[in-house]
């Protein structure tokens, strides 16, 4: 497997359900910003489940769950291929069978979990294209600006906790 530009913050490497179409504005829908938000509040939140966990609560969260992607799975019945990527605090790197010009703005949709429906939608402007052996391209893109402080914070969030776990061998 071809390696993935390096990113110069923490990160971790996946293989998730990930697309980008151009962005001519540079900025994403508010709706799909909204949604991004959302949805990173609640990857960001705490995860530990204490011992004494109540099993019904258990059960209900499960339900809850459940529903939702269900849900989801409505709105959004395809989802991206599965890409090699590398998400960061404040880059992204992944495979393309397609170069994207140098500067050029583009909306990122990804699943953070290959199994969900759940999709984040990040812009993002291109730093790096490099064609590799293989007849595709390796890909970095800036996520500076992107999001807004509380967004941003919430994703950093999210990527600190999948880099230790990627650390730890999760």
Avoid at 14 to 23: D, I, K, N, R
Wanted: charged fraction near 20%; glycine fraction near 6%.
């Amino acid at each position: 497997m071809n390696s993935l530009p390096a990113l110069d913050s923490a990160s971790f490497d996946a293989h998730l359900p990930f697309a980008v179409e151009p962005l001519p504005d540079g900025q994403c829908p508010s709706r799909l910003e909204r949604q991004t938000r959302l949805a990173l509040q609640v990857m960001a939140a705490p995860t530990e489940t204490p011992e004494d966990a109540n099993p019904l609560l258990q059960r209900l969260e499960a339900k809850i769950d459940l529903a939702l992607e269900m849900a989801l799975l409505g709105q959004h019945p395809e989802r991206p291929p599965l890409t090699h990527c590398r998400l960061g605090l404040n880059a992204i790197a992944w495979q393309s069978p397609e170069p994207y010009p140098v500067g050029s703005c583009v909306q990122v949709s990804l699943c953070p979990n290959p199994d969900s429906a759940l999709l984040l939608y990040l812009a993002a402007r291109i730093q790096s294209c490099k064609q590799n052996g293989a007849g595709g391209y390796q890909l970095s893109a800036s996520l500076d600006g992107s999001l807004d402080d509380a967004t941003h914070r919430l994703w950093e969030r999210w990527v600190f906790r999948r880099h230790r776990r990627a650390i730890n061998g999760y």
